[in-house]
């Protein structure tokens, strides 16, 4: 149990990280048709990650490790830094499965929330399954705590002094038999944190996670939030996020100050096939000294970078092809989880 002096903490996602986990996409998933576009999305990511902290790649079976480990020395990515886990999965967006890791005394513990693809939209027994999967192959170094309730990476987004930022769509569609204020209480018991701003508008059309916060709004730092806004009155999601603007302008730091609110101004809409394809450069990834951003070949591509470069002066700014990651309606942060400082074990040789 934590300790009065220590209590428990939701670390930010900026803070110094062991590493981060991908679950690279396979035959036996909704990526079958796409796979040769989706993969070269996550060799992008992986020589990203790499370069900074270790990359753990979940894989399906001996057989697709091999496949992964070819195709990284091939492009020229080191194995030094990546470690190739064999953890069977139904889908990719390991932000969802992964654990969420808290510290409780300053050390790190692994949440394991049960998950159940978005409200039982999707298979899910072997993704509920991964983490531990992972405990049982070594991985981790720290405790993991089971937690009988639902509850998505990428619904939750925690600036790592005690806000979290969510969203009431999504989590009160997880749980229809509680109130917000059971929610909150819950949350605030096993995550630690103080206080919940909750996002009331705000969706993208083709998100099937019932409007995750990591789409739609992220903290780069305690005093700032990033969030996804639109100016042409024609886009369909133009009403949705002005709305969500202007609750976002009604939130407050503890100390009573405004937060500086910087917008990251839509793509123009993005199809496949007729679908509306949720495109956002919210969907950023926080890694060790630099951050990945979503790309969508699109003349706002240039704005977004210009505006993470200036909000993430210190770290190195990675753009990333993200139009394949949306065809299945997720992004860069979906596709990944990181994990703080202290959580992993040292890495065995892959070659």
């Not at 981060?20 to 396979?26: A, E, F, N």
């Not at 049960?114 to 070594?138: E, M, P, R």
């Not at 701003?197 to 789409?215: K, Y």
Request: hydrophobic share 40%.
């Amino acid at each position: 149990m934590p300790t009065t002096a220590n209590p428990i903490r939701f670390p930010a996602e900026w803070e110094t990280q062991s590493g981060v986990m991908l679950t690279w996409p396979h035959a036996q998933s909704d990526w079958r048709a796409k796979l040769g576009e989706i993969e070269s999305v996550y060799i992008a990511m992986c020589k990203a990650i790499s370069a900074h902290e270790t990359c753990i790649v979940l894989c399906l079976d001996e057989a697709h490790k091999n496949h992964i480990a070819e195709l990284l020395r091939a492009h020229g990515v080191s194995l030094d830094h990546c470690r190739l886990i064999i953890c069977p999965t139904n889908d990719t967006w390991c932000r969802d499965y992964g654990p969420i890791t808290t510290l409780v005394d300053n050390k790190p513990l692994l949440n394991n929330f049960i998950f159940d693809a978005w409200g039982g939209k999707y298979q899910s027994l072997l993704d509920n399954a991964v983490t531990d999967c992972l405990q049982q192959q070594g991985l981790f170094a720290t405790d993991i705590m089971p937690r009988e309730m639902v509850l998505e990476g990428g619904s939750i987004e925690p600036d790592g002094a005690g806000t979290l930022l969510t969203t009431s769509h999504c989590l009160l569609k997880r749980h229809p038999d509680k109130s917000k204020a059971e929610v909150e209480a819950h949350l605030q018991s096993m995550l630690g944190v103080k206080r919940m701003l909750w996002l009331d508008a705000g969706s993208l059309g083709g998100d099937d996670t019932d409007s995750h916060i990591d789409n739609l709004a992220r903290f780069a730092n305690a005093e700032t939030i990033l969030y996804a806004a639109c100016t042409d009155k024609a886009h369909p999601d133009y009403a949705a996020l002005q709305e969500m603007q202007s609750q976002l302008k009604t939130f407050t730091r503890t100390d009573g100050s405004d937060y500086q609110l910087l917008p990251l101004y839509l793509p123009d809409p993005v199809y496949d096939k007729g679908q509306a394809l949720p495109a956002s450069y919210v969907n950023f990834l926080v890694i060790n000294d630099a951050v990945l951003v979503p790309q969508f070949g699109q003349e706002s591509d240039a704005a977004a970078l210009v505006i993470f470069r200036q909000t993430f002066p210190t770290r190195e700014i990675i753009g990333i092809s993200s139009t394949a990651l949306i065809k299945q309606f997720g992004g860069i942060h979906c596709a990944t989880m990181h994990l703080p400082q202290g959580t992993l074990n040292q890495e065995p040789d892959n070659t």
